[in-house]
């Protein structure tokens, strides 16, 4: 419970309307992001340079882990489906939270 309690004062709870783009292929992501309510669309670029949907996730889902575990580079696009509830907790936190419990990262 202590390692919740200090994620919990180190989280950002926002608001974000459909069609915002929380990271883009390629560019560098230092967050990480717990869906409340609403969703999210993740999209790559196919060799034509269309984009392909990989995955939609919903309330209770988690985004962004592997980017921050693979080094930083997103190698999706994240754009949120619907008007959505979003908590954002950053990299320096998440790291802090992996080495108080190495389990998460396994």
């Known amino acids: 419970h202590d390692i919740l ?4 004062h180190q989280m ?3 608001c974000k309307r459909k069609g915002k783009v ?5 560019e560098s ?16 670029r196919d060799p034509d340079g269309e984009d392909v949907i990989v ?11 592997e980017t921050l575990l693979q ?4 190698l999706f696009t994240i754009t949120t489906e619907y008007d959505s509830l979003l908590t954002i907790l950053n990299a320096e936190a ?13």
């Open 5 to 8: 309690n200090l994620l919990r």
């Open 94 to 106: 998440y790291e802090e939270y992996l080495r108080l419990d190495p389990s998460q990262s396994e």
């Open 55 to 65: 995955a939609r996730l919903g309330p209770d889902t988690v985004c962004g882990t």
């Open 22 to 26: 929380l990271a883009h292929e390629g």
């Open 71 to 74: 080094g930083g580079k997103s």
């Open 29 to 44: 992501v230092r967050a990480v992001f717990y869906v409340i309510a609403g969703g999210l669309i993740v999209t790559a």
């Open 12 to 14: 950002t709870t926002v």
